[in-house]
């Protein structure tokens, strides 16, 4: 599975004066920042029309990009179905 990854924490340093003033421009709450910068979360719909409210005279492209981390549909449900099993059996 393809990641999409943000660049606009490296935008954002002078332009606003911290994280929850971004938060309040892209019109979300404060940690969803957080938790897309640490990771935690995906970036989705409302974030990516936010970072386009915050950062309007950068293109898509400027503000977000594809990691190479690619999990094939297969490996993943081989993981699952392995781990699965192995639950079962300790049943």
């Given at each position: 599975?393809?990641?999409?990854?943000?660049?606009?924490?490296?935008?954002?340093?002078?332009?606003?004066?911290?994280?929850?003033?971004?938060?309040?421009?892209?019109?979300?709450?404060?940690?969803?920042?957080?938790?897309?910068?640490?990771?935690?979360?995906?970036?989705?719909q409302?974030?990516?029309?936010?970072?386009?409210?915050?950062?309007?005279?950068?293109?898509?492209?400027?503000?977000?990009?594809?990691?190479g981390?690619?999990?094939?549909?297969?490996?993943?449900?081989?993981?699952?179905?392995?781990?699965?099993?192995?639950?079962?059996?300790?049943?």
């Amino acid at each position: 599975m393809m990641i999409i990854k943000t660049r606009i924490f490296e935008l954002c340093n002078g332009r606003y004066s911290n994280l929850s003033e971004l938060a309040r421009v892209m019109e979300i709450s404060v940690s969803q920042i957080y938790r897309v910068r640490e990771g935690k979360r995906h970036i989705n719909q409302k974030f990516l029309i936010g970072a386009v409210k915050a950062f309007p005279e950068h293109k898509l492209d400027d503000l977000f990009y594809f990691t190479g981390e690619w999990t094939t549909v297969t490996s993943h449900c081989q993981q699952t179905l392995a781990l699965t099993s192995a639950k079962m059996s300790q049943q």
